[in-house]
């Protein structure tokens, strides 16, 4: 792949990427397009590691997921409470209103399981390739799919029972 | 009774829509262009890759050749030393019938 290849290939990925990104940081755009920028990079810098063995947007997926989880790390470093940042929902932002309703949702899940829901109902991911983005085993993704399942059922339930 | 369909719609109602695609990506595309190109992406170094592993097949080809050669040479030689001290009764044929 030549260096404009993998532009074109940004061109392709960088809203799938972006929109997971966004959905793990619960509408925050503006963290999630630091760490999509942060995962091009890096994708780009260390592009000599990638051996074919998955597809390229696996490949990437599995950095971006890498970049949340050491920005994560940061927060807890950074001594921030991740439930009072994850349960702040962007109210006042004209676009973040339409999401509130699916991140309430999430909430309850944990960031691995969140990522599960998000790769597979949005991004349309098999079990098999989220298992490769996430670096867990393809049980452990349905037995997280099953848990989110069953948190998003009750979730609705009770939207509609109001 | 909700079922897996309505999670479905339901998360595909509210999936997230990203916005600002052209600055996003003029901003990074800027960043990669003032990088160096990584070796993986240099096409002077994938022909090189090319023809060192072309190389490399080529040497090894060739030592398992000089390898099977070397054996079987081998082998007709133990052959006919071993004919040769054999005593001539034992042959199935006369080796020394035109002496």
Redesign the interface.
Same mark, same amino acid.
């Not at chain 1, 780009?44 to 000599?48: A, I, K, V």
């Given at each position: 792949?030549?260096?404009e290849q993998?532009?074109a290939e940004?061109?392709t990925l960088?809203?799938p990427l972006?929109?997971f990104l966004?959905?793990m940081c619960h509408?925050d755009?503006f963290t999630a397009?630091d760490i999509?920028?942060e995962t091009? #990079?890096k994708a !780009?810098?260390?592009?000599?590691s990638?051996q074919g063995r998955s597809s390229f947007s696996t490949w990437l997926f599995r950095i971006g997921y890498g970049c949340f989880c050491d920005h994560i790390g940061k927060r807890i470093i950074a001594t921030e409470s991740i439930t009072e940042r994850e349960n702040r929902i962007p109210a006042d932002d004209d676009?973040g209103k339409?999401?509130n309703?699916?991140y309430a949702?999430i909430n309850g899940l944990t960031s691995s399981e969140k990522a599960t829901? #998000?790769l597979f !109902?949005?991004e349309e991911y098999s079990t098999k390739e989220i298992a490769d983005i996430l670096g867990m085993a393809s049980v452990t993704v349905r037995s997280h799919l099953h848990r989110a399942?069953k948190h998003?059922?009750k979730i609705?339930?009770q939207n509609?029972e109001r | 009774m909700?079922k897996?369909k309505?999670?479905?719609q339901?998360?595909?109602q509210?999936?997230?829509?990203?916005?600002?695609?052209e600055s996003?990506?003029k901003?990074?595309?800027s960043?990669?262009?003032a990088?160096p190109?990584?070796?993986?992406?240099n096409?002077a170094r994938q022909r090189e890759d090319c023809i060192r592993l072309v190389l490399e097949i080529s040497r090894r080809d060739l030592r398992t050749v000089r390898l099977a050669v070397g054996v079987i040479v081998a082998v007709v030689i133990i052959s006919a030393i071993t004919v040769s001290l054999l005593p001539p009764d034992i042959l199935p044929i006369d080796l020394f019938m035109f002496k």
């Open positions: 792949m030549t260096r993998f532009i940004i061109y960088q809203e972006r929109r966004l959905g509408g755009a397009d999509a920028q091009f #990079l !780009y810098l260390h592009y000599d990638f676009n339409d999401y309703e699916l949702a829901v #998000l !109902y949005i399942r998003l059922k609705l339930e509609g | 909700v897996d309505d999670i479905k339901f998360i595909r509210h999936k997230p829509e990203v916005g600002n695609n996003f990506l901003d990074v595309v960043q990669i262009n990088m190109i990584p070796a993986a992406m096409p």
